[in-house]
């Protein structure tokens, strides 16, 4: 294997994020999957697909950013 620095990095940062972007992927399929079936297998809802956007969220049910207290904040509006 060859492992000059101006061949072998790039190649290593590629590998790396799609290794990255397959344990996103997995982990994104992990918490789907505890979110929409009970312990016991049951359906309990079905989530969104992937084209969801912020827009069907309520705004009372979205958590805001405050900069000047530097937390996040549930806006009950």
Same mark, same amino acid.
């Given at each position: 294997?060859?492992? /000059?620095? +101006?061949? $072998?990095?790039? /190649?290593? $940062?590629?590998?790396? /994020?799609?290794? +990255?972007?397959? +344990?996103?992927?997995?982990?994104? %399929?992990?918490? !789907?999957? !505890?979110?929409? =079936?009970?312990?016991?297998? /049951?359906?309990?809802?079905? =989530?969104?697909?992937?084209? $969801?956007?912020?827009?069907?969220?309520? +705004?009372?049910? !979205? *958590?805001?950013?405050?900069?000047?207290?530097?937390? =996040? %904040?549930? !806006? *009950?509006?």
């Amino acid at each position: 294997m060859d492992t /000059t620095v +101006l061949r $072998f990095y790039p /190649t290593v $940062f590629v590998i790396v /994020t799609d290794m +990255l972007d397959m +344990l996103g992927d997995m982990v994104w %399929e992990r918490i !789907k999957q !505890k979110a929409e =079936l009970d312990i016991d297998g /049951t359906v309990i809802c079905a =989530l969104p697909s992937m084209h $969801f956007y912020s827009n069907r969220v309520f +705004l009372s049910n !979205k *958590i805001i950013f405050s900069p000047e207290h530097s937390v =996040l %904040e549930n !806006k *009950i509006m």
